[in-house]
C-alpha cells in the first residue's frame, strides 16, 4: 500500500518550477516519498496530515560544495587568511585525520546542514589521509544524516602538494563499482585540482577520468594568486564540459566566464568565504551576465557558519554592493537592482540540483520529483507579516523558523526538532575527534589564538 502525506493549506508554496510558480494557500500531496500533486483544495482521505497554516514550502536547499570532514574543526580558521588556512587545516591539521575523525566532522556537518534546511549536499573530500577506511567513514556518515548527498572524491595530500603526481583514482573506481548506501540518496562526483593545484596535463588526465567513471566534476578554479586564466588553459585543451561545477570563479576572466557558459558548465559561489579569505570578490553579477546561473556553497565551516539563509542573503547584499558601486564611482545614482531575492532563492534550491546533475530528483517542488521540502514558520515575529514570501524565505528567516523537512518524504525534522539524530552522541564523536586532532598537531591551540605561518 502506497504511503501519503498531504501538507494541507500552506500560506504558500514557492515551487521553484517557473511552469508552476508560487501557490498561495496551496497543497502539496506526496506518495511513496514523491510528489504527486501540488495545487489547492486537494481531498485525499487517506493520508496523513501536515497542517501548513502559517507555514511557507519551499524546495530543500542545496550546497554544493563543502568539506564536511573539517566540521570538528569549526571556527579554527575564523580570523586566518586563504594561506594560512592552506597552511593550518590541510598542511598541518589534515595529515592527523583519522577515518573517525573524518567520520564525526562529516556527521556533524551533514546533521547540522540538514538541521538548516539544507536536503541536499556536495561533500568536497580531500582530507590529506584518503584509505578506504576514510572514504568509507565519510560515506557512512553521510548515508546516516538521512540527507541526500554527492560525495566528491578528492584523493589525499601527495597529489595537493605535488601538482604534477598522478592522482590516484582507485578508490573512486572501488565506490563507482560497489552499491552505495542509501538507497540512491547518495551518488558520486571527483573532485579535482584543475590548474589552480596541478599542471594542465595532469588536469587532462584527471577529467579523462571522470569521464570514464561517468561521474560529474567539481573543481575550485579562479581563486586569486593560483592559476592565470584556469579556464582559457582547460579551454586549450578541450576539456571543458557541462559536468563540471567550477567553484569559486572569483577572478576569471569574463572570457573564461563565457566560455563555461558555451560549454555548459556550472557553478559554485561560496559568498561568504571568498570575502573573508582573500579569493576575489564571488561573481555573481558577471556569471550571471555571461549565461551562468551559480549555485550557492559554504565551503568551510573551519571559517563561518553552515546555513543557506545567510549564503542567500551575503550573495545578493555582495552583488548589490558591487554594482551600486560601480554606478557610483562613475558619477551615477543606482536607479535598478541587477539581481533579486527570487534570483538568491533559485541559486539556493534549482540551481543546486542543476550543477549537481540531480536536477530530474531535487530542487524544486514538482510532480514527479523526490519530496525534499522545508515548511517555515511565518508566525514569528521575525516573517510577520508575510508581504513578498519570497523575499521573506530569502531576507526575513533564519534557521528558528524551519518547522519541518521532509528528504524523498521522509520526515526528518518536526517541529522543529532533527528526529533520527542522536545529538548527545554526536557531540561527544565531534569534540572527542577536535581534541585529538589539536593534541596531535604541530602549534594548534584552542581559543582563538593559533595563527598559522609559512606559506603553501
Ligand atoms: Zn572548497
Redesign the pocket.
Known sequence: MSTKTLVKRAAWVLTMDPSIGDLADCDVLIEDGVIAAVAPGLSVPDAEVLDGTDRIVVPGFIDT?R?LWQTAMRNIAADWTLSQYLVGVLGALAPVYRPEDVYAGNLLGALEALDHGITTILD?SHCAIMTPEHTDAAVAALDESGMRAVYAYGNGAPIWFDGDSHADWSDLRRLNDSTLPGDGRITLAAALRGPDFGTVDRSVDDWATARELGVPITV?IGVAGFADRPVAQLAERGILGPDTTY?HCSRLHDDELAMIADSGGTASV?TEVEMHMGHGYPPTGRLVTAGVRPSLSV??CTGIGGDMFTAMRATLAMQRALDNDAIIRAGGKPETLSITARDVLEFATIEGARALKLEHCTGSITPGKEADLLLIRTDRLNMLPVNNPVASVALAANTSNIDTILVGGRMVKREGVLTGADTKLVRQLAESSRDYLVAHTDGACLGGTWQPSGSW
Do not use: E, G, L, Y
Open positions: 560544495h568539506h568536497w575550485h567553484v561560496a565551503d568551510v
